[in-house]
Every structure is written in C-alpha cells, then in structure tokens.
C-alpha cells in the first residue's frame, strides 16, 4: 500500500501553499469582512491553472486530475473557507458535470472559459422546498420548438451573484419523479432569468450566494446538459464527487486553525510558562492532530478511489461525514486554545470556526450521508 501522493500532486501543493500564502492569506479579512466577490482571486486561479485542474488542455486545462484539484481546494481553504468554496462550485459543480455530460459545443463554449477563469460558474439545484429531498425540484422547463423555457426558483446558489454560467436542474417530466428531472446551462444576462438578494450567512462571506428566480427564461435547445431526464443521476454522480471537494475544504480549514492554535500555544505565557506545556492543551493539540491525520488518510483514499474509476458513492458520503465532523472538533478546540482572542475577529480561527459550519451542511447534510452510507451497508 503506498499512502504517498506522487510528484505532481507534490509540487500542485507546493504550488498552490505558496500561491494562497501571499496572495489569498492577506486578503481573507477583507472578504470575509466585506462580504464582496473575490474576482481577481478567481482570475488568479484560472492563471494558475487551479480552476481547470482536473481538465484536458484542449478544453483550458491543466491536463491534470480531480486529485489535484482536493490538494488545491485544501490548501486554499488553509488560509480561506470563502475562496475554497468558490472554487469548489465553480470547478467540481458547474464545470464537471459539462465536461462529463456535456456535447463537443457545450464544452467549447463553456467549459473553456471558465476552466481559463475568464467566467465564473454556478451550480442551482436546492430549491426552497427541495433541500435533502433533491428530487421534489418544482421548477420546469418546457419544450417549445428550439426553446426550453424555464420557469421557477433556486435558493442557496453558491457564486450565484457572480456567474457568467449556470448549470441548474428542473423537472422535464413531471409525472417520473427522479426519472423526470434534466440538466440546463443557463448564461447570465438571458432574458427571463433574475437573481435575487444575497444572503447573509454565518460565515464563508464574499461567495455571491443568492437565490435564482426563472420567469419563462427562454433557452437554447442545445442547452440541455446531456440527455433528457438524465438530470438527477447526473447531479447525484456530481455530488459524489462534490462530497470529495467539501471534505478537502472542511480538511484545509482544519488545518489552518490547527496550525494557529499550535503556534498560539506555543507562545501564549500564562502560570509562568507557555500553555503548549499544560496537559490540557497537550491533549487537545495531539487529539486534533489524530482527527486531521485520519481525515486526511480517508481523503487521499476516496480521491485515489475516484482516479480509479471505482464506484465510491459510499465512501465520499463517510469522508464527508468524517472531514467535517473533524473539522467542527479541531476549529472547536483551536478556539478553546486561543481563549478570548480565539472569539474576536483579528483571529482568523474565529472566522475559520463559522467557515466550517457550512461543511456538514453543503452537498448533502450529514444526516443524508448517513442515509447514503446506511442504505449501503444495510442493502436497501
Ligand atoms: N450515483 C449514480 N446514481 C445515483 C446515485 C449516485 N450516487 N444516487 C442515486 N442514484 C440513482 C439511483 O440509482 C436511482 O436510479 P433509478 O431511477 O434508475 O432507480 C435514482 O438515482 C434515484 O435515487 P434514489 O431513489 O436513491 O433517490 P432519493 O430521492 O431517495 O434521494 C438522496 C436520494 C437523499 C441521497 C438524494 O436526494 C440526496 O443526495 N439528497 C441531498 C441533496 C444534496 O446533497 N443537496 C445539496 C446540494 S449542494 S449544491
């Protein structure tokens, strides 16, 4: 059993540490502060051939692999949860499913672009009565000679302030549940679409989360992504993938406050010496590293699995679960570690605290991994 990442990957997280220490780590604050889009940032990441990463050349890529991309989005998320997130759905959600489903055209057109970082990219399928019960989307698209016209809402959609291009869901064929639902790229600025306010959160600000109105929004036949009635298989198979990006995420924010907390301790004096020397904060500085150590393991797992070709709906559902439980422990007790200062905002583990809430909530409760992971285990 080799549990070494190879040389690439190696030098991708070189690459991508060094990139998010100078450039992402001083602007973090400010985003989170600001609750404003980081556009350049998303230019940079498409420069740096982040955004594209797990893409052939031939479509804006860096010719590389999904594996690359979790390395990237833990690393990113290291220093921002905002960016990691962004990048999570602008990569794993928007431009996989029209790399993977979509035609020849479709990924010219769109993929292209926005593999480069010269779109942003959204994905909508939660609606404000379809959350964990994905299938009961309403909204609906209708056939009308070249057209598909699209009428009803999206809440929660990541990026969605800031996209050039959304993948989204709607009901085809009312009548087939699951069997009735179809995948649509939707360009902003198309008559009919309309985006609404965007949220105020908890954490993970500047991500442009706004819900999606669809008013007879007129689209091009051609903008079926894959084949009709395929939509809720399609997007299940996205988010098994998406369940790998979250966990790398909740992961990197793990570690980002793990390392402060780390540091903090090793410095703060208190009782005449350093706390790192008490056992209290011993034992939660080694309970921390186990958590993060066994969250990484399963994570380089899953992607391995990915990379295989192997079916791993199961296992991203149990890293989900794992990463981001992990994540609640360790952002938890690097608060705890740092005391007061760990509860005001010149802290960044206080802001990596309210990023990783998110975590067992994005792509699928924790309460449906665990549905995911049962039915399995159970057979049902
Ligand atoms: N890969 C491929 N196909 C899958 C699949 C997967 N991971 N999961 C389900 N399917 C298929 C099933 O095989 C079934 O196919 P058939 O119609 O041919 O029988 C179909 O999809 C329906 O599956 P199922 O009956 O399991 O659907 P349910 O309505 O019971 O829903 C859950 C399943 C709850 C798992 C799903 O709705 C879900 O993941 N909900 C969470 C949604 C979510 O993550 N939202 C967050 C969005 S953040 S952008």
């Known amino acids: 059993m080799n549990f070494e990442t190879n040389d690439e990957h190696r030098m991708i997280r070189k690459m991508v540490r060094d990139f998010a220490e100078k450039e992402i780590a001083p602007l973090a604050e400010e985003i989170d502060a600001s609750d404003q889009f980081p556009h350049g940032l998303m230019r940079r990441l498409g420069e740096l051939g982040i955004l594209g990463m797990p893409f052939p050349e031939a479509y804006g890529g860096s010719d590389g692999d999904y594996f690359g991309l979790v390395i990237a989005l833990e690393e990113v998320a290291r220093v921002s949860g905002s960016l990691a997130l962004i990048l999570d759905a602008h990569t794993s959600l928007c431009c996989e499913p029209i790399y993977h489903f979509g035609t020849e055209a479709q990924r010219q057109k769109f993929l292209i672009p926005l593999a480069r970082g010269e779109k942003v990219g959204a994905f909508g399928l939660t609606e404000p009565q379809a959350g964990s019960d994905a299938g009961a989307t309403l909204t609906r698209a209708v056939r009308d000679d070249d057209a598909w016209v699209i009428n009803g809402q999206k809440v929660f959609t990541t990026n969605g302030s800031a996209a050039d291009v959304f993948v989204i869901t709607a009901k085809t064929d009312p009548d087939k549940g699951t069997r009735g639902i179809s995948s649509f790229i939707?360009?902003?600025?198309?008559?009919?679409?309309?985006?609404?306010?965007?949220?105020?959160?908890?954490?993970?600000?500047?991500?442009?989360?706004?819900?999606?109105?669809?008013?007879?929004?007129?689209?091009?036949?051609?903008?079926?992504?894959?084949?009709?009635?395929?939509?809720?298989?399609?997007?299940?198979?996205?988010?098994?993938?998406?369940?790998?990006?979250?966990?790398?995420?909740?992961?990197?924010?793990?570690?980002?406050?793990?390392?402060?907390?780390?540091?903090?301790?090793?410095?703060?004096?208190?009782?005449?010496?350093?706390?790192?020397?008490?056992?209290?904060?011993?034992?939660?500085?080694?309970?921390?590293?186990?958590?993060?150590?066994?969250?990484?393991?399963?994570?380089?797992?899953?992607?391995?699995?990915?990379?295989?070709?192997?079916?791993?709906?199961?296992?991203?559902?149990?890293?989900?679960?794992?990463?981001?439980?992990?994540?609640?422990?360790?952002?938890?007790?690097?608060?705890?570690?740092?005391?007061?200062?760990?509860?005001?905002?010149?802290?960044?583990?206080?802001?990596?605290?309210?990023?990783?809430?998110?975590?067992?909530?994005?792509?699928?409760?924790?309460?449906?991994?665990?549905?995911?992971?049962?039915?399995?285990?159970?057979?049902?």
């Open 186 to 380: 939707i360009e902003k600025g198309t008559p009919g679409l309309r985006l609404g306010r965007e949220e105020k959160k908890m954490g993970l600000n500047g991500t442009g989360t706004c819900a999606l109105f669809f008013e007879n929004c007129r689209i091009p036949a051609e903008n079926l992504l894959g084949a009709e009635n395929e939509g809720f298989k399609q997007f299940m198979i996205t988010l098994d993938a998406g369940r790998i990006a979250i966990a790398a995420m909740a992961l990197g924010l793990a570690q980002g406050a793990f390392e402060r907390a780390v540091a903090y301790a090793k410095e703060r004096v208190q009782f005449g010496r350093p706390i790192a020397q008490f056992q209290a904060i011993q034992w939660m500085v080694a309970d921390m590293a186990t958590d993060i150590e066994s969250a990484r393991l399963m994570l380089n797992k899953v992607a391995w699995m990915k990379e295989q070709g192997l079916r791993y709906t199961k296992e991203a559902a149990m890293l989900k679960l794992l990463a981001t439980e992990v994540s609640e422990r360790v952002c938890y007790k690097a608060v705890q570690i740092l005391g007061g200062y760990g509860y005001i905002r010149d802290y960044a583990v206080e802001r990596m605290y309210r990023d990783q809430r998110l975590c067992a909530i994005g792509e699928g409760t924790n309460e449906i991994q665990r549905l995911v992971i049962a039915r399995q285990v159970l057979e049902l």
